[in-house]
T-cell receptor
């Protein structure tokens, strides 16, 4: 197993454009989490899935953000009408249903010009 | 609400020096506590954890003891190496919160030869 995989690793976009990030978790992990990390800060929770069900969304997840995990495997995080304040590292993590350790991917860095 | 506070960095030490990174938390109930490490250019990795009061987590020479009376989980290492240079994050997982982690802001450690 190669761990949690995220793509693309880096995305540069212009303000107002839509972007989508993909996360492939560790194959036997039922839970999948999205976090956002800005420079000099710790990761902030955005949302998580148990299989295909989205069970919690943070208030940080505005209407422009949507996450899906349609078949309970990979997940996508889409940001519509990007703003400069969306520039951050977007982290994905996965775990077993009874969580012990969260396994993180290397992140997808978004730069909004 | 649940939160984690870490000492501010950066922390700069000479090789073989003693390391302490302070971490305190606020949580209802009895959270599990974690230290994650992020080496340059890499994803977050679990360093150690403790799931109940007075537990000591340890790994790679690092230790942290879950102190319920002081709501603390300070990270220590007796003799740091240049390879320990990284950003260290303290985190908690509250009971019945879907397994998500709440992180502190991170403490950057730089070890000089």
């Amino acid at each position: 197993d190669t761990g949690v995989s995220q793509n693309p690793r880096h995305k540069i976009t212009k303000r107002g454009q839509n972007v989508t990030f993909r996360c492939d978790p560790i194959s036997e992990h039922n839970r999948l989490y999205w976090y956002r990390q800005t420079l000099g800060q710790g990761p902030e929770f955005l949302t998580y899935f148990q299989n295909e069900a989205q069970l919690e969304k943070s208030r940080l997840l505005s209407d422009r953000f949507s996450a899906e995990r349609p078949k309970g495997s990979f997940s996508t995080l889409e940001i519509q009408r990007t703003e400069q304040g969306d520039s951050a590292m977007y982290l994905c993590a996965s775990s077993e249903t009874r969580p012990g350790e969260l396994f993180f991917g290397e992140g997808s860095r978004l730069t909004v010009l | 609400g649940n939160s984690v506070t870490q000492m501010e960095g950066p922390v700069t030490l000479s090789e073989e020096a003693f390391l302490t990174i302070n971490c305190t938390y606020t949580a209802t109930g009895y959270p599990s506590l974690f230290w994650y490490v992020q080496y340059p250019g890499e994803g977050l990795q679990l360093l150690l954890k403790a799931t109940k009061a007075d537990d000591k987590g340890s790994n790679k020479g690092f230790e942290a003891t879950y102190r319920k009376e002081t709501t603390s989980f300070h990270l220590e290492k007796g003799s740091v190496q240049v390879s320990d240079s990284a950003v260290y994050f303290c985190a908690l997982r509250a009971y019945n919160q879907g397994g998500k982690l709440i992180f502190g802001q991170g403490t950057e450690l730089s070890v000089k030869p």
